[in-house]
């Protein structure tokens, strides 16, 4: 009976870290970027109390020093991958501090120049646009790709 009991416990302090790090991967990138840059934290960062933005400080006081891996995982939160905005950068680049429709029609007009991402992403909002009509939905559409009730 005690090693059911030794057996069952351990399982489930084996489980804890996994439903941990599922946990914070969910954060809009913020625990890939945790998991990546951990071994820099610790190395960098250790004496720096959480809170108040203050490690993440640390992380780009540091920022030439940076393992590859956490340097890759910031820069892909910084360009909305965890929020699936394939566009983001190339806006940015193209279009610059245009909004709203004048930022679509500035993205219509780079077509060519958009990353193969991007590009993926504005097609596909044209298939869900053409597949909305075909069922009688009315929309009508901004400049930027996107379908407005």
Same mark, same amino acid.
């Given at each position: 009976?005690?090693?059911?009991?030794?057996?069952?416990?351990?399982?489930?302090?084996?489980?804890?870290?996994?439903?941990?790090?599922?946990?914070?991967?969910?954060k809009g990138?913020?625990?890939?970027?945790?998991?990546?840059?951990?071994?820099?934290?610790?190395?960098?960062?250790?004496?720096?109390?959480?809170? $108040?933005?203050?490690?993440?400080? &640390?992380? /780009?006081? *540091? %920022?030439? =020093? #940076? !393992?590859?891996? @956490?340097? +890759?995982?910031?820069?892909?939160?910084?360009?909305?991958?965890?929020?699936?905005?394939?566009?983001?950068?190339?806006?940015?680049?193209?279009?610059?501090g245009l909004? $709203?429709?004048?930022?679509?029609? &500035?993205? /219509?007009? *780079? %077509?060519? =120049? #958009? !990353?193969?991402? @991007?590009? +993926?992403?504005?097609?596909?909002?044209?298939?869900?646009?053409?597949?909305?009509?075909?069922?009688?939905?009315?929309?009508?559409?901004?400049?930027?790709?996107?379908?407005?009730?």
């Amino acid at each position: 009976m005690k090693g059911k009991i030794w057996l069952l416990f351990l399982a489930a302090a084996m489980t804890l870290p996994a439903a941990a790090g599922a946990r914070e991967g969910g954060k809009g990138g913020k625990g890939v970027v945790r998991a990546a840059c951990k071994a820099d934290m610790d190395r960098f960062c250790k004496d720096i109390e959480p809170g $108040g933005g203050r490690k993440k400080e &640390c992380l /780009k006081a *540091h %920022e030439a =020093e #940076l !393992s590859a891996g @956490c340097k +890759a995982a910031i820069a892909a939160k910084k360009n909305g991958a965890g929020k699936n905005r394939p566009c983001r950068a190339d806006a940015e680049k193209l279009c610059g501090g245009l909004t $709203g429709a004048e930022r679509g029609a &500035c993205m /219509k007009g *780079h %077509e060519s =120049e #958009l !990353s193969a991402a @991007c590009k +993926a992403k504005r097609e596909e909002r044209r298939a869900e646009r053409r597949e909305r009509k075909k069922k009688g939905d009315k929309l009508s559409e901004d400049s930027g790709g996107r379908s407005v009730k």
